[in-house]
């Protein structure tokens, strides 16, 4: 057991539970949190919730901000509380959980904070996510640029995963078969992502392997970008 503490943002299901599975394989202490419940109940858009789980939680040494919503279609099928709703969570909640978060990870040695992008950021748009999703996601990448930068010199490394695809929950209901081949013509390495791919990645930026990296974004996408 090595005993850190990491908090996870939407770990009820998909990615987050994939991330929070990993880390707990590997004996941290693992906080999991979601508006659905399934371990603490966080909604990342409210300041005051998520305060009060920090204050749970206590020290934290890695905080993974997963929780995200997806928006797919041309530009004019997002409706403006769509948007709202999609900026607050996939920016504003990171956000709200950067700010509650750090004051506990100060001088933990080797505290990192790791946010889910998505290939999405470098497109404006990705494979299923539009213009707006793509938009909320190059917020995440410039969000890890700066806090990198801002936050070394307090010893937090600060870095961003970008997935293609993982057949989630969040995706599924788009990926119908012709949607499935036409990405998987596009995955050099033949298949969709499994939440373990993206687990490992996190467990690799939250170690000592990972300890002169940060505000990078790392693409663990199968070579998706590359095609
Ligand atoms: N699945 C993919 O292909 C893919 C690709 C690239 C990036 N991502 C990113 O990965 C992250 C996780 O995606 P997923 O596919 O597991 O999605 P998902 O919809 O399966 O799970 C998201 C989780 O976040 C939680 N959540 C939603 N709003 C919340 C809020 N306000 N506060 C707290 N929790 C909240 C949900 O309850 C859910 O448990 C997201 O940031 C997403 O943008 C996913």
Request: some cysteine; glycine content about 14%; proline content about 2%.
């Amino acid at each position: 057991m090595n005993g850190r503490v990491v908090l996870v943002t939407g770990a009820a299901r998909g990615l987050g539970a994939g991330i929070a599975a990993g880390f707990e394989k590997e004996g941290f202490v693992v906080h999991r949190a979601d508006i659905a419940g399934g371990g603490l109940a966080m909604d990342v858009t409210d300041r005051a919730s998520v305060r009060k789980c920090m204050d749970k939680v206590g020290a934290i040494d890695v905080l993974v901000n997963n929780a995200g919503l997806l928006a797919s279609g041309p530009f004019d099928q997002t409706t403006g509380e769509a948007w709202d709703r999609l900026l607050a969570v996939n920016v504003t909640g990171i956000f709200n959980c950067v700010q509650a978060a750090v004051p506990a990870m100060r001088g933990r040695r080797g505290a990192s904070i790791i946010n889910i992008a998505s290939v999405s950021h470098e497109k404006g748009g990705g494979a299923i996510g539009n213009v707006w999703y793509g938009a909320t996601k190059a917020a995440v990448v410039a969000i890890t640029r700066g806090l990198g930068r801002e936050l070394g010199a307090q010893g937090i490394r600060v870095n961003a995963i970008a997935p293609a695809v993982v057949a989630t929950d969040m995706v599924s209901a788009q990926l119908d078969a012709a949607l499935r081949e036409r990405v998987l013509a596009r995955i050099p390495l033949g298949r969709l992502a499994e939440a373990e791919d993206i687990a490992r990645a996190a467990l690799f930026l939250a170690s000592e392997a990972a300890s002169f990296i940060t505000g990078e974004t790392i693409a663990v996408d199968g070579g998706f970008l590359r095609t």
